[in-house]
């Protein structure tokens, strides 16, 4: 429960406003990626922008990284993230897989997904200008073919995960959340992320993954999120009569109790006045009457 105080002596009747309380509420969002994409060593000029996606290394011993990016618009621009989980699921591996651990790292600049789709060799077709391929981002070239950690990608995994089954999971990990939270505090930043596994130099740790466009295997981010709420301000005292009058912002769908104590600090605050929640926002009015030379009030919401 957050705490606004702001806290002022009435002229009109030594009484004193006191802290506000209010809940924060959260929610869960699943989100699909807006753009994803696959590199190839083995094609470094193809683009793979509009079939499934790879990752891992191929039984010939070329790489393949994947690209995959979520736009976060949906989320409120104050949400606090506390939980943010991103899976892959398998669709096909081939005979003689070799298991691996993958890993997530943040892509710092930008890149293009491309419309190519899958041909005979399942690497895709040759890339036109502004399409991503291992040897171009689209809008610019990597600094190195495939990407370069360090430059092209973050320093620092997001987070690992062995690949054993047919799903890749990255359960929430600090990581995930700080990426996650930052491109929502600056959206410019959010290029997405890439997936390659950790034993590249080993053939057959290749997968295919389903991708945006293979519907019921895309990827997914699960973004579990609160969001701070806007504490009620206790403003306008005015006495009316042998009343003192307060008033209050009420958001929609939000009930309160306004509550009052005779010193600060206390544990002894007792109720005033209960307001069951509205409709629609209004302002709300709290009335008391002058008895004590002076108190403390605080809206909260239970």
């Known amino acids: 429960m957050s705490t606004s105080l702001s806290r002022f002596c009435s002229a009109v009747a030594s009484t004193c406003l006191g802290a506000c309380l209010f809940s924060a509420w959260g929610?869960?969002?699943?989100?699909?990626?807006?753009?994803?994409?696959?590199?190839?060593?083995?094609?470094?000029?193809?683009?793979?922008?509009?079939?499934?996606?790879a990752a891992g290394t191929q039984r010939t011993g070329e790489r393949a990284r994947t690209l995959v990016l979520f736009d976060l618009a949906a989320l409120p621009t104050n949400a606090v993230v506390s939980s943010a989980a991103l899976t892959f699921k398998v669709v096909k591996a081939s005979s003689g897989a070799v298991n691996s651990t993958f890993e997530i790292r943040r892509v710092l600049v930008d890149w293009a997904e491309g419309t190519k789709g899958s041909t005979g060799s399942g690497?895709?077709?040759?890339?036109?200008?502004?399409?991503?391929s291992w040897n171009s981002r689209g809008p610019g070239s990597w600094t190195a073919p495939g990407g370069a950690v360090g430059?092209?990608?973050?320093?620092a995994t997001s987070a690992t995960q062995p690949l054993a089954g047919t799903s890749l999971a990255f359960a929430?990990?600090?990581?995930?959340?700080?990426?996650?939270?930052?491109?929502?505090?600056?959206?410019?930043?959010?290029?997405?992320?890439?997936?390659?596994?950790?034993?590249?130099?080993t053939p057959l740790t290749a997968r295919r993954f389903g991708s945006r466009e293979t519907a019921g295997s895309e990827p997914t981010l699960v973004v579990e999120y609160s969001v701070p709420p806007t504490p009620p301000q206790l403003v306008g005292p005015q006495k009316?009569?042998?009343q003192l009058q307060l008033q209050f912002a009420a958001e929609a769908g939000q009930g309160y109790t306004a509550e009052f104590t005779a010193a600060l600090p206390s544990a002894n605050w007792e109720v005033l006045t209960n307001f069951v929640a509205a409709g629609v926002a209004q302002t709300n009015t709290v009335?008391?009457?002058?008895?004590e030379p002076q108190r403390f009030y605080r809206v909260r919401s239970p």
């Open 123 to 132: 690497t895709g077709s040759a890339a036109t200008a502004g399409e991503s």
């Open 240 to 242: 009316l009569g042998d």
């Open 287 to 291: 009335l008391d009457a002058l008895t």
């Open 172 to 201: 929430s990990e600090p990581g995930v959340v700080a990426d996650v939270q930052a491109w929502l505090s600056d959206p410019a930043q959010n290029h997405g992320w890439v997936l390659l596994s950790q034993a590249e130099t």
């Open 151 to 155: 430059s092209d990608f973050a320093t």
């Open 27 to 53: 929610d869960t969002l699943t989100l699909k990626p807006t753009a994803d994409t696959s590199l190839f060593e083995v094609s470094p000029n193809n683009n793979l922008g509009k079939a499934w996606l």
